[in-house]
């Protein structure tokens, strides 16, 4: 089964709006990363976000985790067209070092 | 720094024929991933290396697919034979992990991504 399941698979907002995407995952975790990938384009990081951690901040964005619930969520305050992507979250399980990738929510940000 | 280098951009090759993928990681990082992502099955990691040893690869579909990497400069990613099911992006990437500290566990930071490699098998 696959970690790292997004939530929603897309969204469309308008410019100005804030859009939340969420992610769960089934194991024990290291870390949680979210990425961004343009179309046709390679992923670029985000943000990383620490078990131990629950709430981090990067400009615009912010990303909670909650352990107990295998759950992160990624939100993108003040919407700008160039926010236009594919959003992936990653997991690190405990005792691993690669990043397993989830399905993506795919943004489209209407100006 | 140029980033991740990944060459060609673009492969068109038929069926049965062999294909090598190339990747130049970021200088001074001691762990690269190849992955593969299609429309059907998402991003996939097919092996990573640290320290130029290959630490997994479960994720290689078959024995057509092998990867290398002679040196911490240069890593490999070859399909022979190729067929058209093997038609997708694919992406190398590097990062450091850092050893663990005392009673620790090791640290796995951001990965960077090359802009991919587009194969398309007929």
């Known amino acids: 089964s696959q970690q790292g399941e997004e939530d929603p698979q897309a969204l469309s907002i308008q410019e100005g709006e804030n859009a939340t995407m969420n992610c769960s995952y089934k194991?024990?975790?290291?870390?949680l990363q979210w990425y961004r990938q343009n179309s046709g384009r390679g992923l670029v990081h985000l943000i990383l976000?620490?078990?131990?951690?629950r709430e981090k901040h990067s400009g615009r964005l912010r990303v909670t985790l909650d352990t107990s619930k295998k759950s992160s969520s990624l939100l993108i305050t003040a919407s700008r067209a160039a926010d236009t992507a594919s959003y992936f979250c990653?997991?690190?399980?405990?005792?691993?070092?690669?990043?397993?990738f989830g399905s993506g929510t795919r943004l489209q940000v209407q100006p | 720094d140029a980033g991740v280098i990944q060459s060609p951009r673009h492969e068109v090759t038929e069926m049965g024929q062999e294909v090598t993928l190339r990747c130049k990681p970021i200088?001074?990082?001691?762990?690269l991933f190849w992955y593969r992502q299609t429309m059907m099955r998402g991003l996939e990691l097919l092996i990573y290396?640290?320290?130029?040893?290959?630490?997994?690869d479960s994720g290689m579909p078959e024995d057509r697919f092998s990867a290398k990497m002679p040196n911490a400069s240069f890593s490999t990613l070859k399909i022979q034979p190729s067929e058209p099911r093997d038609s997708a992006v694919y992406f190398c990437?590097?990062?450091?992990?850092?050893?663990?500290?005392?009673?620790?566990?090791?640290?796995?930071?951001?990965?960077?991504f090359g802009p991919g490699t587009r194969l398309t098998v007929l």
């Open positions: 976000i620490r078990s131990n951690e």
């Open positions: 990653a997991t690190v399980s405990t005792g691993r070092r690669a990043l397993t």
């Open positions: 194991t024990s975790i290291n870390n």
């Open positions: 290396f640290n320290n130029n040893v290959p630490i997994d």
């Open positions: 990437a590097s990062s450091i992990i850092l050893p663990p500290a005392s009673g620790g566990t090791r640290l796995v930071n951001e990965q960077f």
């Open positions: 200088s001074g990082h001691n762990s």
